[in-house]
């Protein structure tokens, strides 16, 4: 399965150049996202409906703030400080952006599906707490949830 996201990301990372790209990138992450959520573990303990919950809240949190981030980048108002995401577009192109949180989002469940059912709470609720404020400080700023397309 991991290879096939693997060769699913980067064929979609190669051959998909226009603005929708970005879209069906995001999509088919989200839709591959749902189903390992739902599907059976390898773990000791099963995802509950909590580890469940919060593991899709990040997934749209983590969305939300791949759009406004890909906002900062289109508006001249603004400027990314995220250095990794700076360079990765600088190098690879406004692809990169929803690259990086894919990339993102599938390391956490990959982590979180390794742990036991107390520690993959407390990494999920740290990471949706995260994307949480990061959203906030956009919005506080004026990036508010406009879609950049």
Excluded at 82 to 97: M, Q, T
């Amino acid at each position: 399965m991991r290879k096939t996201f693997m060769l699913l990301l980067s064929i979609l990372f190669h051959h998909l150049i226009m603005k929708k790209s970005m879209i069906i990138m995001i999509l088919g992450f989200m839709i591959f996202a749902s189903s390992c959520a739902h599907s059976p573990t390898t773990t000791k303990q099963k995802w509950d409906t909590t580890d469940k919950t919060l593991y899709v809240g990040y997934i749209v949190s983590s969305t939300i703030d791949c759009f406004q981030t890909k906002y900062i980048f289109k508006s001249p108002e603004y400027r990314e400080t995220n250095e990794i995401i700076v360079k990765g577009v600088d190098r690879f192109g406004d692809l990169f952006i929803p690259l990086y949180f894919s990339v993102g989002a599938f390391s956490i469940y990959v982590i979180s599906n390794q742990l036991s059912s107390p520690y993959r709470k407390a990494l999920l609720s740290l990471c949706l707490g995260t994307s949480l404020w990061y959203i906030n400080h956009n919005n506080s700023i004026g990036i508010n949830l406009a879609i950049p397309f």
